[in-house]
């Protein structure tokens, strides 16, 4: 038995970054696991139905657009807290695994995660551990899913979102759109991210140019 942790959505300009531990034997997961990027929807939500069942415990983690707009933190910090936050709700004594390293300086990245952690773990971070170790790309699945949720929430409340990252149209023209009905970004937006800013930008450009 041992586990593995990886996130999603650190990178868009909208909604909650997830994280996703799963302690499981290796042995007991589906076929067909790993990176979730490779996996299309519908198909991840199958896999993470069938890890679920075959895990011993899966624990997941939302970091809010509050928490990633804070004053004084960075998106390597959020990366350690959500995972540390998701390894807790699996964790115990004695228990070893893989995360996936969300830092340049992959041991340091482990070492934090591990410090975050109450129980006695061993951790080993790795760069693009999703793609090379089974349970690390069980928990990214489970994380990505959290995150396809998540987006399909905000598309309820917003309509079409897009993706929520910086480079689909779909979701600049939504934040283009809302801010010029609204004169603000929504709630949904990471107001911390350059993209806010040229938004935001653009929108008073436009409001000189009626004058």
Same mark, same amino acid.
């Given at each position: 038995?041992?586990?593995?942790?990886?996130?999603?959505?650190?990178?868009?300009?909208?909604?909650?970054?997830?994280?996703?531990?799963?302690?499981?034997?290796?042995?007991?997961?589906?076929?067909?696991?790993?990176?979730?990027?490779?996996?299309?929807?519908?198909?991840?939500?199958?896999?993470?139905?069938?890890?679920?069942?075959?895990?011993?415990?899966?624990?997941?983690?939302?970091?809010?657009?509050?928490?990633?707009?804070?004053?004084?933190?960075?998106?390597?910090?959020?990366?350690?807290?959500?995972?540390?936050?998701?390894?807790?709700?699996?964790?115990?004594?004695?228990? !070893?695994?893989?995360?996936?390293?969300?830092?340049?300086?992959?041991?340091?990245?482990?070492?934090?995660?591990?410090?975050?952690?109450?129980?006695?773990?061993?951790?080993? %971070?790795?760069?693009?551990?999703?793609?090379?170790?089974?349970?690390?790309? %069980?928990?990214?699945?489970?994380?990505?899913?959290?995150?396809?949720?998540?987006?399909?929430?905000? %598309?309820?409340?917003?309509?079409?979102?897009? !993706?929520?990252?910086?480079?689909?149209?779909?979701?600049?023209?939504?934040?283009?759109?809302?801010?010029?009905?609204?004169?603000?970004?929504?709630?949904?937006?990471?107001? !911390?991210?350059?993209?806010?800013?040229?938004?935001?930008?653009?929108? !008073?450009?436009?409001?000189?140019?009626?004058?």
């Amino acid at each position: 038995m041992r586990f593995g942790v990886d996130e999603a959505g650190k990178g868009p300009v909208l909604g909650s970054m997830f994280a996703a531990a799963v302690r499981v034997d290796p042995a007991a997961l589906p076929n067909g696991v790993g990176d979730s990027k490779d996996i299309k929807p519908e198909r991840r939500e199958r896999l993470a139905e069938e890890i679920r069942k075959s895990a011993d415990a899966v624990g997941v983690a939302e970091i809010p657009v509050e928490r990633i707009d804070a004053d004084g933190t960075d998106m390597n910090t959020l990366t350690v807290d959500g995972q540390a936050e998701a390894l807790s709700a699996v964790a115990r004594d004695g228990l !070893s695994g893989t995360v996936d390293a969300g830092d340049t300086d992959a041991a340091r990245f482990g070492r934090r995660v591990a410090d975050a952690v109450d129980a006695d773990v061993t951790v080993r %971070a790795e760069h693009g551990a999703d793609e090379t170790d089974p349970v690390v790309g %069980a928990a990214s699945i489970i994380a990505k899913v959290a995150r396809d949720t998540h987006v399909t929430e905000l %598309a309820e409340e917003y309509g079409d979102v897009g !993706s929520g990252y910086p480079s689909d149209p779909t979701t600049r023209t939504f934040l283009a759109d809302y801010v010029d009905s609204h004169g603000e970004l929504p709630a949904c937006a990471r107001r !911390s991210w350059s993209t806010c800013d040229d938004v935001l930008a653009a929108a !008073s450009q436009t409001t000189l140019g009626d004058f």
